[in-house]
């Protein structure tokens, strides 16, 4: 596909980047050692997102303290699929894993709602649970190839030989100091299918549960991305892809909007650039 649209990208091994809102300011990215070689748009390549919640819908393409990296700046959300049509979550996905060629680290961001009395705003939070249950799921096409769990690719599979899950925590843990925000290491989020963070009683009732944090992605791309290691099996040409999760909380109340929402994620915008910076710097 990307050739056919004229974007004849030479193979080379990626770190990938899906920057949410206030993730991927470009001029905090350039002030944080990212050098940008160029760029197209999520239109481009045939994947129609919409506004995408405000965010740009680009692939950018460079290198981050030397190392080549491709960053979705910007996520199709569960909400902009069209019913009974090909999955744009999918297309998305399944274009920024190509664009990884060989590459074996993921970092996944975005903003979220804080819902338990350890969660307040401006905080990152590291997910180690996810609850999707009951989410319609139309990335998946219900074969029993795809019979996986989100889950696994942020605790489980981090118990294996492959994956270093103890230096991943301290990675998160020494970004956020880096960067001079306060931080949780271990938190359970809940997926809802958006716009919005969901109402006050259903809050409530997840906050019951014991999750910690309400937003509208991980799912969508952890299932997609643990297919591709399950395809993939490990081999040396296609090597697992290993996965860090980091979000910021832009609100820990019932009554949010998205501007208001978009205005604290803003807030923060600096010292997640530093934090990203750790992150691509480091090993993990």
């Known amino acids: ?43 481009e390549v045939g994947i129609e ?39 744009q979550i999918r297309k998305w996905m399944s274009i920024l894993l190509a664009l990884m060629d060989q590459g074996t680290r993921i970092v996944i961001t975005s903003s979220v709602g804080g819902l338990s009395p350890k969660v307040r705003t401006g905080m990152v939070v590291q997910p180690t649970g996810l609850i999707s249950a009951v989410m319609p799921m139309p990335y ?9 769990m989100s889950e696994h690719l942020l605790w ?20 956020a100091d880096h960067a001079g925000l306060f931080h949780l290491s271990e938190a359970i989020h809940k997926l809802v299918p958006g716009p919005g963070f969901a109402g ?3 809050r409530r009732l997840w906050a019951s549960w014991g999750c910690d944090t309400v937003g509208m992605s991980l799912d969508p791309e952890l299932r997609i991305i ?3 290691n399950m ?20 609100d820990d109340h019932d009554r949010t909007k998205h ?3 978009c205005a604290e994620a803003n807030k923060r915008t600096p010292q997640l650039g530093k934090f990203l910076s750790y992150v691509a710097h480091s090993e993990w």
Not at 68 to 78: D, K
């Open 1 to 43: 596909m990307l050739v056919e649209k004229g974007l004849d990208i030479k193979p080379t091994p990626r770190q990938a980047f899906i920057l949410g809102t206030a993730w991927s300011d470009p001029k905090v990215l350039r002030g944080n050692g990212f050098k940008l070689d160029f760029q197209f748009t999520f239109s």
């Open 49 to 87: 997102a919409g506004a995408g919640a405000g965010h740009p819908n680009k692939f950018l393409f460079g290198t981050w303290h030397d190392k080549n990296v491709v960053i979705s700046q910007g996520r199709v959300h569960l909400y902009q699929e069209h019913p009974g049509e090909e999955s």
């Open 140 to 148: 998946l096409n219900g074969n029993e190839s795809e019979f996986v």
């Open 156 to 175: 489980i599979n981090h118990r294996e030989p492959v994956i270093n899950r103890p230096l991943v925590q301290s990675t998160f843990e020494k970004a």
């Open 200 to 202: 006050a009683t259903e």
């Open 226 to 228: 643990e297919l591709e």
């Open 231 to 250: 395809d993939n099996a490990g081999s040396k040409r296609y090597p697992s892809i290993n996965v860090f999760a980091a979000f910021i909380v832009t």
């Open 259 to 261: 501007d208001e929402i």
